[in-house]
């Protein structure tokens, strides 16, 4: 359904900007510009889109709906089309897929140290890769993080989406928990070790400190512990 979709999407350059440029979610004229286009093959690094270009295919991008919303200044894929896009696009060319996502990456982590929209897109397309660290995600996160990739998570695969879950406060198995590095388990427990303990029980959260014995030594799960 979704492939023939994109097929009925009368604007040729939009329909060719759609597959793969939709690998991100978060769209600007900046980014078709930088992002979109080149994966797309409308412009690349030395042949790129005519100036103000970008500026014209947004417009032209923005007039389908079913596809996108305008939020502010920025487009967004919609989510309930997304999902399928993104299964779409992997399983016809997974390495064009994972080029794409890596161009978006690279782009916005060079904004990611003066905004925190560029920082949240820079960690949704890490754990969208296909070489996810975990540990080098968790030490880009940071609370603000939480709403703008809740609906991130049906996007993701394994361990991401058992990750951005734990992250968000939303249930996890246990034996998913203590496969976690220590590092990104003190980190839950610290953000959010009391609701763990309400949410899995007494047992079960014992049983998690008892698959990483040296977590204990954060302060926040010793706590935790003794009550």
Do not use: C
Not at 103 to 120: M, N, S
Not at 129 to 140: P, Y
Not at 145 to 158: C, I
Not at 184 to 213: M, N, V, W, Y
């Amino acid at each position: 359904l979704t492939r023939r979709m994109i097929e009925h999407i009368s604007d040729k350059d939009v329909r060719k900007l759609a597959e793969p440029g939709l690998v991100v979610r978060t769209i600007t004229p900046e980014i078709i510009r930088d992002v979109m286009a080149p994966v797309s093959g409308l412009g690349d690094d030395e042949h790129p889109l005519a100036e103000g270009a970008e500026y014209e295919l947004f417009r032209r991008l923005q007039k389908e709906r079913w596809l996108v919303t305008r939020q502010g200044p920025v487009l967004r894929h919609r989510p309930e089309v997304r999902r399928a896009m993104l299964a779409l696009m992997r399983d016809k060319d997974r390495q064009r897929f994972d080029d794409a996502n890596e161009r978006a990456l690279a782009r916005f982590r060079t904004h990611a140290g003066q905004d925190e929209t560029a920082r949240a897109e820079t960690v949704y397309h890490m754990l969208l890769g296909a070489r996810v660290s975990l540990e080098e995600v968790n030490a880009l996160w940071t609370p603000s993080m939480a709403r703008p990739l809740a609906s991130a998570v049906d996007d993701l695969s394994e361990p991401a989406q058992s990750y951005l879950k734990a992250k968000l406060g939303r249930s996890v198995p246990v034996a998913t928990l203590a496969g976690f590095s220590l590092s990104i388990l003190t980190s839950l427990l610290s953000a959010s070790g009391p609701r763990l303990l309400q949410r899995l029980g007494a047992e079960a959260f014992l049983q998690l400190l008892d698959a990483q014995p040296t977590v204990e030594e954060a302060s926040a799960s010793r706590g935790l512990r003794l009550e």
